[in-house]
């Protein structure tokens, strides 16, 4: 079965500074790889995905992320926060062969003025 | 554009009552899903339908059940809520992967 570990609970980043948020996963085959973002409140909004080919992927708000098989890690990363990226983040992993996915334990980003 | 929609957002029910979760969605989705999240836990799968007419356990389905009432619909029935039901569910639909979530139901159980 797959696994997702977010090994920071909490970040706190100052606006404007860099912001990277750790996954690692685990799975035998290669992966189906997402990031969801969850403002207070809100339901999960998907920042990006990897499937395949080019393991830097772009996604929304500025974000990207870089798939490392070599590593099993799958990073989010934003050259410069906005206050409003202070939410909580969620990295899964989902296999090919079928829809379900597995959620880590979240990190969430506070960000100070 | 509505998307998946889930009432009610929030709810408080007393241990032992019954209460069922609607989650619709206009996608035209093959696949839908109910987690529950609870804090440091990340999101949990309850039950998936993979298409209409098919219903299937997830990592903790123990105290739920659902129904796929239609390609739209798939409801999560609580038939004798316990406070550790109480938790922020939320349905998911898609085809194949990504899934796209709802707003979430906050369900506290006193």
């Known amino acids: 079965a797959q696994s997702v570990t977010q090994p920071d609970i909490h970040i706190t980043v100052s606006e404007g500074a860099s912001l990277e948020l750790r996954c690692n996963y685990s799975y035998g085959a290669t992966p189906y790889l997402f990031w969801y973002v969850q403002s207070p409140g809100q339901g999960l909004q998907l920042l990006l995905k990897y499937f395949s080919g080019d393991t830097l992927v772009q996604g929304i708000k500025g974000f990207e992320a870089e798939f490392k098989r070599s590593q099993s890690s799958f990073n989010l990363r934003k050259p410069s926060v906005h206050w409003s990226d202070a939410a909580e983040y969620f990295c899964?992993?989902?296999?090919?062969?079928?829809?379900?996915?597995?959620f880590g334990a979240g990190t969430t980003v506070t960000v100070r003025a | 554009n509505a998307g998946v929609t889930q009432t009610p957002k929030f709810q408080v029910l007393k241990t032992g009552q019954s209460m069922t979760l609607q989650c619709a969605q206009d996608?035209?989705?093959?696949?839908m899903y109910w987690y529950r999240q609870d804090p440091g836990m990340g999101l949990r799968l309850i039950y998936y339908?993979?298409?209409?007419?098919?219903?299937d356990k997830g990592e903790v389905p123990n105290g739920y059940n659902v129904s796929r009432l239609n390609k739209r619909e798939f409801s999560l029935r609580l038939e004798s809520a316990a406070p550790s039901q109480t938790s922020v569910y939320f349905c998911a639909s898609s085809v194949n992967q990504p899934q796209h979530f709802g707003d979430g139901t906050r369900l506290s159980i006193l």
């Open positions: 996608m035209n989705h093959n696949s």
């Open positions: 899964a992993v989902g296999r090919s062969n079928d829809y379900k996915l597995s």
């Open positions: 339908s993979a298409s209409e007419g098919t219903t």
